[in-house]
């Protein structure tokens, strides 16, 4: 089954600086891949999303991630991170055999200002 | 024009009492969710449905019964409620084969039993 790792908890950033978190998944044959953020008392909204073509896709926010498939990852980026950034990022995926969306354990993003 | 709205947005309520959530879409997606999130912010699908057939039923307690009386609406209602029950309770939509688009999430529902 595939499945999505998050080896990050915490992460803290200073304001301006670039942002890499990290997104590892397992399976046999190209993923659908996903990246949501969740702010404080809020929903998930949608980043972006990755299922083939172009290997780094552009999300909402100025957030990109890379599909690297010999890396088995899906890294989301910022080149500038903002104190509104603060919030929980969690990478997702389908799991075979169906419409079921699988999460990781997601990753905090701290902002210091 | 909130796309997938749930009611309450939070509920507190005593362990053995029966409470419900309410899930509206308006995207004219034909499937919904419910997910669960625990206090370590982790996120587990218990229930889908798709044009009002249940399609996903995860290893959930029989305390938690969903409903959808059409493919805008799904509710979720939980019998005897106990401390563990306490989460964020998510729902989602999407068009069948959301791999391509996703599932849009609604704001969530803060369950506290106390």
């Known amino acids: 089954a595939q499945s999505v790792t998050q080896p990050d908890i915490h992460i803290t950033v200073s304001e301006g600086a670039s942002l890499e978190l990290r997104c590892n998944y397992s399976?046999?044959?190209?993923?659908?891949l996903f990246w949501y953020v969740q702010s404080p008392g809020q929903g998930l909204q949608l980043l972006l999303k990755y299922f083939s073509g172009d290997t780094l896709v552009q999300g909402i926010k100025g957030f990109e991630a890379e599909f690297k498939r010999s890396q088995s990852s899906f890294n989301l980026r910022k080149p500038s991170v903002h104190w509104s950034d603060a919030a929980e990022y969690f990478c997702?995926?389908?799991?075979?055999?169906?419409?079921?969306?699988?999460f990781g354990t997601g990753t905090q993003l701290k902002v210091e200002l | 024009d909130t796309a997938v709205s749930q009611t309450p947005k939070y509920l507190v309520t005593q362990m053995g009492n029966d409470k419900s959530i309410k899930c509206e879409q308006n995207l004219g997606h034909d499937t919904m969710y419910w997910y669960k999130q625990d206090s370590k912010k982790f996120l587990k699908i218990m229930f889908s449905?798709?044009?009002?057939?249940?399609?996903i039923n995860e290893t959930v307690p029989n305390r938690f019964s969903p409903k959808s009386p059409d493919k805008a609406h799904l509710n979720l209602h939980i019998n005897s409620l106990e401390l563990g029950d306490s989460a964020v309770y998510f729902c989602?939509?999407?068009?069948?084969?959301?791999?391509?688009?996703?599932?849009?999430f609604g704001s969530g529902t803060r369950l506290t039993v106390v």
């Open positions: 989602a939509s999407s068009q069948w084969g959301g791999e391509v688009n996703g599932y849009t």
């Open positions: 997702a995926s389908f799991t075979g055999g169906g419409n079921k969306l699988t």
């Open positions: 399976y046999g044959a190209t993923p659908y």
């Open positions: 449905y798709n044009n009002k057939e249940l399609i």
